[in-house]
């Protein structure tokens, strides 16, 4: 009897322990990689840079960055799509990504609705435009009457199917200049051709942007929102141009049938990191604005920015590359 009794209670001490029976095991005890899909040196990457250290302390464990560029984020992103629900890999998501690429790839391989948990904003940027110095362009003004005058030219962007790619189209439509659009398998590359003059313009954000610029290299021509790393750029409203409004949002998505638990504590850690004045002082000082949030809010921004892109996208004629 004694024994029984013994057993009994030993199940029941069992039962009660914390992880035993069907339990699952806490969350995370391994490395988290994040999918960045685009490669390093651009904006994207350096966002995430910009959070890695303190993210990584906040969840206590190691984060790693996988830079997979190439089809304006497509590639990389349809990577973290297809990889395993279990918290271990997330993606970082864009305007780009997941509200323009819908419009402009007829076979696009994932679903933003359908394939990603959300969980939440890291913060917005606006687009600057810039142009080699050779141009000689200081205005929106200037830059459009030496492009008519050069009869052909051509426009960079971070890939086909970006937010990148679209406002040079919005441009060339706009303006009345013929430009040829060359894609690019990210920023770092784009920079390079646009500084060594083999490009002409190019829409990006100031993240990447903005050092090429207090450099010399590249002239910054109109922004489309103030930004304090560019103190001394006129918006495009200011120069008579109040359509050109927009902003690149960044996110962190884990791929669809991630348990919720696990979407709400990297939420809350994302969220703690963003209110962090140390975190939020250095992506400001890249010209981003943090945006702690909810799953769900970044969820709305989805289905609220496709359409939108989409009207774009039909209404300048972009096409695949």
Request: no cysteine; glycine share 10%.
């Amino acid at each position: 009897m004694f024994r029984v009794t013994s057993l009994v209670l030993a199940s029941l001490a069992l039962v009660a322990m914390p992880g035993a029976g069907n339990a699952q095991p806490a969350w995370p005890q391994k490395p988290i990689t994040i999918i960045v899909p685009f490669p390093a040196g651009g904006g994207t990457d350096l966002v995430i840079r910009s959070l890695q250290p303190a993210l990584s302390s906040k969840l206590a464990q190691t984060i790693i960055i996988n830079n997979l560029g190439g089809a304006g984020g497509t590639i990389g992103s349809a990577q973290a799509a297809r990889a395993q629900p279990d918290g271990y890999t997330a993606l970082a998501v864009t305007t780009s990504t997941h509200a323009v690429s819908p419009s402009l790839y007829k076979n696009l391989p994932y679903d933003p609705a359908r394939d990603f948990s959300y969980v939440g904003f890291i913060g917005t940027s606006p687009y600057v435009l810039v142009a080699n110095p050779a141009l000689k362009a200081r205005s929106v003004a200037e830059l459009a009457q030496v492009l008519k005058a050069r009869g052909q030219s051509t426009f960079a962007s971070v890939g086909v199917g970006t937010v990148s790619h679209l406002l040079g189209e919005i441009f060339r439509r706009d303006q009345g200049v013929q430009m040829t659009h060359v894609p690019y398998r990210g920023a770092a590359p784009a920079y390079t051709d646009l500084i060594g003059g083999q490009v002409d313009i190019m829409f990006d954000n100031p993240v990447g942007l903005a050092p090429f610029v207090r450099g010399g290299k590249l002239v910054a021509v109109a922004t489309t929102g103030a930004t304090p790393i560019l103190p001394g750029v006129p918006t495009f409203a200011q120069q008579g141009l109040p359509a050109y409004t927009q902003q690149l949002w960044y996110g962190l998505a884990f791929p669809k049938g991630t348990p919720a638990d696990i979407v709400t504590r990297m939420n809350a850690a994302l969220d703690a990191v963003l209110r962090d004045p140390a975190v939020a002082a250095d992506l400001a000082s890249k010209g981003v604005d943090v945006r702690p949030d909810t799953p769900e809010a970044l969820a709305r921004a989805v289905a609220h920015d496709t359409p939108y892109w989409g009207d774009i996208a039909r209404s300048v004629g972009a096409q695949l590359d």
